[in-house]
């Protein structure tokens, strides 16, 4: 089993629908990371969170850490959103990657 | 602007060929890190560089090779000993000791035929 553990590993949702992707990890960590991975490869850094919540435009990303668990929201969905995310632990343990697909 | 830039975007190279890539990076930050991707895998950490000339391995070290003479530049060697190198290669810098962001390069995809 993964130190970081991604559900689904693949999502398909038409346009508009809210998202939820989910990250559990079986370590105790101190803070998580979101990413996202576009289609030609380049990652970018979307959260770095340790409690609570954060909020960027239409993402929110939540965690808990004595659940050991974080969720990426994204609501009102786009075309554009449509990439694979990553979740990693502050010891830069991955996840294998969630891809989302958003259909027009 | 300042930013991580890795060369080539594709490189291709015949079998039993080493190949090093480039990493190169104007942050002025401490920390440098190798990444390889496979499809449907999360990111292995290949090599990571906490300080000008010196480097520790990661998960995934066998058939690479790194230096660190710069703090700009930390060059990856994916050597002849490497058994499956076929793969899409990231590398990323960050700040040393902060529980903070990594800024990661666009990387390198790497087809050995």
Known sequence: KNEVEQSPQNLTAQEGEFITINCSYSVGISALHWLQQHPGGGIVSLFMLSS????????????????????????????????????????????????????? | DGGITQSPKYLFRKEGQNVTLSCEQNLNHDAMYWYRQDPGQGLRLIYYSQIVNDFQKGDIAEGYSVSREKKESFPLTVTSAQKNPT??????????????????GPGTRLTVL
């Open chain 1, 52 to 104: 609570g919540k954060k909020k960027h435009g239409r993402l929110i990303a939540t965690i808990n850490i004595q659940e050991k668990h974080s969720s990426l929201h994204i609501t009102a969905s786009h075309p554009r959103d449509s990439a694979v995310y990553i979740c990693a632990s502050q010891k830069l343990v991955f996840g294998q990657g969630t891809r989302l697909t958003i259909n027009p």
């Open chain 2, 87 to 104: 793969a899409f290669y990231l590398c990323a810098s960050k700040v040393q000791g902060a529980v903070d962001t990594q800024y990661f």
